[in-house]
């Protein structure tokens, strides 16, 4: 459990009951329990001390309680998370929502709207309240520790588009000067390579969990996604009617590289692959009449560097992959009605009006 650099835990209780207020502090500051650190209670009654409190001083965790003068429920929770993204200078601090009324549906919202966790007042004691906020300081530790990695991540991926695009593009730039036969490896080659950091920068950018979606026609989606594919003689079939809730850029970039990893590999001499993209009782699937994936191989199809292809970057599925699990969904692939590569992507918030053709 993470605290000051003194060893104390601060916090910062924002209650306007003077009886409740007090029952707090003495929960936190009487414990003999030598795995909870001793412990300081500031005590603030509206939201207005509590950000000025937050700006004079540091503290490790915030316990609000819903139910102020001001405001009540979680539109407290909501003015307090306004409040101190206004402020300057006030570091994340974990917060744990209090409410004298047990609601489960009320503390699933508290949580998605960023609080560590939500406690009934009439239910709290001392053991219950310290292993909350314990509980609440390990996952905020986590939390920020993935942010940093992925503001490293990110970091890391705008050096590997500057340092290498750069050159890279110097050399596409001097290969027409080039008279050989030469010419054309070479041209290949830099294309690969333009497609690897493409690849690499968007896996980069995918791990994080999705937080907004809207609701997205798949058959349109695919439509666009077709356009920016080099489909060769392929052709693509959408059942109508399907629509989920997603993100739907990165939706658009796993379409993509389903396409493009069906054009690449599915595609026979003399034809071009059929691609159709189909509903499910609860997601959707990407499948073509090639000649699919060998059930040895489909447990490594998503791993990084993984093709088939001379011309493949190894990467287009494992990306596919990261932009489902960014969603909450389940991805396998399966062999297809056409005996090709079936991919099916589950656990996803379809619409009511989404037709299934499994």
Known sequence: MTVGADGE?????IEDNPGDATLFERYLTTTRSGSFPPSTVVTVESLDEAIVALEDDAFDLV???L???????????DRYSDAIAA?????????????????????VEAIERGA???????????????????YALERHAQQQALRRQNARLERFANVVSHDLRNPLSV???????????????????LDRMEAI???VLTLAREGETVEETDIVDLAALAAECWESVSTDDATLSVTDGLRIRADRSRCRQLLENLFRNSVEHGSVEGSGVSIHVGGLEDGFYVADDGPGIPEDDRDSVFDPGYS????????????AREIAEAHGWHVAVTTGTDGGARFEFTGVDTDEAAASDA
């Open 9 to 13: 835990l601060r916090v910062l209780l």
């Open 63 to 65: 316990v609000l309680d």
């Open 67 to 77: 139910g102020l003068p001001a405001s009540t429920g979680l539109d407290t929770l």
């Open 87 to 107: 402020a300057e200078g006030i570091d994340p601090v974990p917060v744990i929502v209090l409410t004298g009324l047990e609601d489960d549906d009320t503390a």
């Open 116 to 134: 560590q966790d939500y406690l009934v007042k009439d239910t709290v004691d001392g053991p219950l309240l310290r292993r909350t906020i314990r």
């Open 171 to 189: 050399a596409q730039g001097r290969i027409e000067m080039i008279d050989s036969d030469h010419a054309a490896v070479i041209e290949r080659n």
């Open 197 to 199: 950091i493409e690849d």
């Open 308 to 319: 088939t292809s001379e011309d493949g970057t190894g990467l287009g599925l494992n990306i």
